[in-house]
């Protein structure tokens, strides 16, 4: 079984609607990240948790919100989508004791019509 | 200027080609530097991790750090088509940092 799943592997959606992405591990790490993937821009940062009471904005956290519901859970959600926000996003987790080596889900394409 | 830059290819090198990857950064802070790969349709995955300056290999992989010149190089050896993927390096300055990825080097190697 995967050490982080995350669910849904593919959503499509309209804009204004509300999306919840989800994120499980099995790792047992107590840090969790939330990025987005688009072409031409490399992954960058929205949301991190450094343990369940620890939420902080990343570069682009702007109409994201993020929930950490439990150190194994970790869910980012769209309040109203746009377009924009059609991208790869992908859920990582690592510990605090390493040396921040990320290991990252497979990935939700989310397309925003 | 970008913290972290990295060509996007793409790549494309004959099977049994040596291939170099590269990274230049400008943030001297950065001490953990890592390469990884990301198949299509896939998460990345963690292939070389390096501490400082110098070198590390595992396999056909070789990793190196330059902190004088503040560039970093990933070189493959003996290609194979199952190299074809995405690489992205990454880099912190420690363990309250978060990681700064290059936006990824696409090869493709042709059988």
């Known amino acids: ?113 | 200027q970008k913290e972290v830059e990295q060509d996007p290819g793409p790549l494309s090198v004959p099977e049994g080609a040596i291939v170099s990857l590269n990274c230049t950064y400008s943030n001297s802070a950065f001490q953990y530097f890592m390469w990884y790969r990301q198949y299509s349709r896939k998460g990345p995955e963690l292939l070389m991790y390096t501490y400082s300056s110098g070198n590390k290999e595992d396999g056909r992989f070789t990793a190196q750090v330059d902190k004088s010149s503040k560039y970093i190089s990933l070189f493959i050896r003996d290609s194979q088509p199952s190299d074809s993927a995405t690489y992205l390096c990454a880099m912190t300055g420690g363990s309250q940092g978060n990681l700064i990825f290059g936006k990824g080097t696409k090869l493709s190697v042709k059988p």
């Open chain 1, 1 to 113: 079984d995967a050490d982080v799943t995350q669910t849904p592997r593919n959503r499509i959606t309209k804009t204004g609607k509300r999306i919840m992405l989800e994120c499980s591990q099995t790792k047992g790490h107590d840090r969790m990240y939330w990025y987005r993937q688009d072409p031409g821009l490399g992954l960058r940062l929205i949301y991190y948790s450094f343990d369940v009471k620890d939420i902080n904005k990343g570069e682009i956290s702007d109409g994201y919100s993020v929930s950490r519901q439990a150190q194994a859970k970790f869910s980012l959600s769209l309040e109203s989508a746009i377009p924009n926000q059609t991208a790869l996003y992908f859920c990582a987790t690592t510990t605090s004791g390493s040396t921040d080596t990320q290991y990252f889900g497979p990935g939700t394409r989310l397309t925003v019509l």
